[in-house]
Every structure is written in C-alpha cells, then in structure tokens.
C-alpha cells in the first residue's frame, strides 16, 4: 500500500515557521513528506532533519523528497535532543509537530489502527514494542479503566472495561473486530446508534501504546530549549488532551512575572521566553475541510522565542 497523507494546515504550518533560506528546521513528525518537501523548497544552505518513528514513513519521504538533502532519523521525537548532539546541531530555527495518526496508518488494516475493518491488534507507529494486543490483554482492570477515561475521555470506560476482562477470560482479544464489538455492547443503545462509540477507547489505546502524551511534553521540553531566538515551534494537534498540553505549555513559556498582583515590584525575577504567534489556535478553512475531512479537528499553534 502506498504511502498516503494529506498534510493538514499546510500553508498555516509553513507561514508560521517564518522560514530563512539558511536555516535548521526539524520535522518532527515527517509522515509521508508533505510539510517537509515545502520546507526543503524554501532552503538554501539551510538544514531539514525529518524524524518518524514509522519506518515506512521515512522510506515514503526519502522518496518524495528526492533532490534534496535532508536529514532523515527514524526516532521518535522525543529524541531529538540526543539525535541532534550525534549530528553536532545544537541550535534550530523551526520546529514542527503533526501529532496524531497518519491516513496511511489509518487506512492500512495492518497496522490495526482503525475500527472499521478486521485487523490484528497492534497500533504501534513504530511496529516495535507493546502492542494494543498486550494492552487490552495483559493491563488489569483498574488501569484499563484510567487509561480509557484519562486518555479517550470515555465516560462510559468502566463498563467497556468489565467487558473487555470478561471476554479475555474465555480468550485473548485477538483483533480490532473482536475489541470494537466488545465496546459496541457495553454502551448504551443511544450511544450506538448516534455516532462510532469505538473512537474514544481506540484512541485512548493508541496513546498508551505509543506513549504519546509524555513523547509530546518531553518533545515541546526539549524542542524549546534547542530553538535559537527567533525561532518558531509549530504544532498541530487533533483532540483536546494534547491541545491542552501544548496550549499550556505555551502559556508558560509567554508567561512573565507571576508575583501576586498586590506587590508594588515583581520579586520573582521571571521573564517571558517566548510570544504566541496565535492567540487562538488556527483550524482548518472550509476549503481544506471539502477536500480533507480529516482535518476537521486540528488546531495550529505556534510560538517564536525571545
């Protein structure tokens, strides 16, 4: 199967990172090449390094980006402090973050993502390591149930989690198939027949395996501290938990004196590091929305650093 992805926000994302022609500019989340080919466009003398931690990511990108030179380093980005000090660069202009699942990842029964079609559990973007399968097998069941409501935000998350242990005790979870019926019957009828009560519990499960929310913290972490000043973080998130990470994370990075408001002179000392470019996150325009419905969830937001 090819390897196939709109990039989401694509004129908002290169905009924003406010691109020099002899800049370093890291992609995070490199997928199938999209944001990064309009990034090499723009260089001249500059540097890209592309990570992803999906071996057929970097493979489609190498080939989409063919005649230029960049950098490419199949890690997760939670790296790139260490690949970065390996490769001698130690300042960057512009970072940038798509966070979620690629349509590639998602359109590919395989890889075990999606609920629509019958799959073998697995979910990791790196096909290594611990799988869905493990997940909904082996966690008991108070940590199942945190995962899924801290994670998925499924209120219902207690009920699909006692389904869950009581059909695994008769046999392993095997496939998407057999998860995504478990949940279908373990919420209520109004759930089913409004909307797919499978998303949140999917979700919650593909966070788990592959780490995300923590690879997100330590990544704006140390994303921020290698950006030279001037230079831009951008990222695009698609649900509330990492929006809230990086809107947060954000504001504390724009945030200067916190003295309470009745001292006559700030004690604290602090600064601002940084200045939102945004001060409401960008969404998709209607055309984007026709032509990619996918996009219907993110939110761009980007920062520069003092």
């Known amino acids: 199967m090819e390897f196939s992805h709109k990039s989401v926000l694509l004129d908002e994302c290169i905009e924003g990172l406010n691109i020099r022609p002899d800049g370093t500019y890291i992609d995070c989340t490199t997928g199938g090449g999209g944001h990064s080919l309009e990034i090499a466009k723009r260089l001249s003398g500059g540097k890209l390094i592309c990570f992803d931690r999906d071996k057929e990511a970097i493979e489609a990108a190498k080939k989409r980006l063919e005649g230029y030179s960049p950098i490419f380093a199949t890690r997760n980005f939670a790296q790139m402090s260490e690949a970065l ?66 994670y998925g935000e499924e209120k219902y998350a207690a009920g699909i989690v006692k389904g869950i242990v009581k059909a695994r005790q008769e046999a392993p979870i095997e496939t998407t198939a057999q998860l995504a019926e478990i949940i279908r019957t373990h919420v209520p009828a109004k759930v089913r027949n409004e909307k797919n009560p499978c998303r949140k519990t999917f979700q919650a499960i593909r966070i788990e395996v592959n780490s995300e929310l923590d690879s997100l913290k330590k990544g704006i972490a140390d994303g921020f501290e290698l950006l030279d000043s001037g ?43 940084a200045v939102l470019i945004n001060k409401k996150p960008i969404e998709a325009s209607a055309e984007e929305l026709r032509d990619n419905p996918r996009s219907r969830s993110a939110k761009l937001r980007i920062l520069e650093k003092l």
């Open 231 to 273: 230079g831009r973080m951008a990222i695009i998130t698609f649900h509330s938990l990492e929006d809230r990470i990086v809107k947060n994370a954000f504001r504390e990075y724009c945030t200067g004196c916190t003295c309470p408001p009745e001292f006559p002179v700030c004690v604290c000392g602090k600064k601002p590091r």
């Open 85 to 150: 000090g390996e490769l001698n660069i130690d300042k960057a202009d512009g970072i940038l973050m798509d966070l979620g699942v690629s349509s590639y990842q998602l359109d590919n029964r395989e890889r075990g993502f999606s609920y629509h079609d019958d799959a073998p559990l697995d979910m990791r973007m790196s096909g290594e390591g611990l799988s869905a399968r493990d997940v909904v097998n082996d966690y008991d069941e108070k940590r199942l149930t945190e995962i899924l409501y801290v």
